[in-house]
């Protein structure tokens, strides 16, 4: 499998601050930020399959535009999966009428232009010999992290987060672990911000890798426009087993 980058900034401004997204083997997206909106339509039009971590604004914010671009252009729906409870946010406050349209009932719900798949921890979805399981993340809403698996190796995406054991716990269990997408919100001076928002800062990433009893490549995501720099040196300076590096949009990741 290949996943490529197409936004990991944790805000706008610039050429290269494009919000989470990750476009995997051309058909697949996990997560929908603003980063998709640099696909071309052709390449929109061949996602079938998008994979949403948790409901906030910079991980959907692309969704309801792909749908409307490329919903008429397909002959079927494309397949949206995420939690029960993402599914009713989603529903609830994007695709409500008010918002946006609810695609999932046009033209109808006989025919619609996307379709809901609710997902649970730890069960599998499979697309051919593609697995991409959901599991233990937590953030002020719900929130999941995914493990994709191509059959030969694992590329573990951490989502939106705060310290998680549980999380690192699923990590470890992955036996041909080749990638780790890690956020780092915040730098240590915004500790507190980072715990009070359920997301990560250097302290607690270096904890989290000192915890790790596999080794794949690190690398750091969501990173605060304008902080990049102090946040990496941050991490550095832990010295962490795992050397962590940041992730840059274009990147390619093969597993």
Sequence with gaps: MKLKVLGCSGGIGGAHART???????????????GVGDLELDALAGIDHIFISHAHLDHIASLPMLIDSVGDARGTPIVIYATAETIRILHSHIFN???WPDFSSIPDRHRPFLRFQSIRLGEPVRLGRRRITALPAQHTVPAVSFCLDSGSGQLFYSGDTGYCPEMIAAINAQPALRHLIIETAFSDEQRGLALASRHLCPGMVAEMLSELQVTPEVHISHLKPGQGDRIMQQIAGYEPRLQARRLEQGQVLEF
């Design 20 to 34: 989470t997204s990750f476009v995997v083997d051309e058909d697949i997206l996990v997560d929908c930020g603003t």
């Design 97 to 99: 009428w008010l918002i």
